[in-house]
C-alpha cells in the first residue's frame, strides 16, 4: 500500500489526473500520508501550477454531477445533478481575488488564486487537529499558518470552523495528493445534496 500512496504524489502525467486510491481501512493511513506532507511544505514545481480553469475542467470531468456557477471572480462548484435543487451544495470553490473579509491569503497578487473544498469533520482533524473557532466578521481563525504560502494545503483562513481547507496555487503534483480528500469530500456533498433532496420532497407543495 506505501508503494500505491507513493504514486499519488508523483504522477504528473496530464492523463492521470486522479490515480485511483480506495479509501479502504488499510490503505488509509498510508495514503493520508501522502496527503498530508503538503501540509507543510509547499510544491517544489510552482512553475508547473495549474490554472482555475484547469481545475474546474478536471473536477467537472471526473465527478458527476458537479455544475460551475462564476461571479465576482470566483467559481463555485455545486452538486446539483439535473439542477434538481436551487443551488445544489457546494463541494468547492476557486477564487483568485480578495473580499471584503478574506484578505488573507493576499489573492489580489498577480496569478495568485485559491482551490478550497470542505473536509469531513474526520478528515480534517486527522490532517490538522481540531477545528478552530470562528473567527470574529473580517478576521481570520488562530491556525498559526501563513495563508499566502503557495502550494500548501492548509486550513482556509475564514472557514476552517466549518471543516474547508485551501491551497493556493497547486501543481500538478499537489493536486495529485489531494485526490483522497476530493473523493470523500465529494462524498459527503453527495450525501447532504440526497438529504436535501429528501427533506424537499417531504416538504408540502
Known sequence: MAR???RVVLLHRSSDWFPSVPLCSASRHSVWESVSSFRNKPSRHHDLALQPQDIVDRLTTRFDGLAPKASWGETSLFYNPNLALTNG???????????ANDKASALDREGVFRLALGLTVRSY??????RPARPPKGSVVVTGHDFTRLGVVMPHPVYAWMGWVQVLNPSDE???SMQPIFTESYDQ???KFEKSLAKRRRSPR
Open 125 to 130: 482533524e486527522q490532517l490538522f487537529g481540531p
Open 89 to 99: 451544495v457546494y463541494f468547492c470553490t476557486v477564487k483568485d481575488h480578495d473580499g
Open 4 to 6: 500505491r500512496a507513493q
Open 174 to 176: 499537489t493536486f495529485a
Open 189 to 191: 456533498v453527495v450525501r
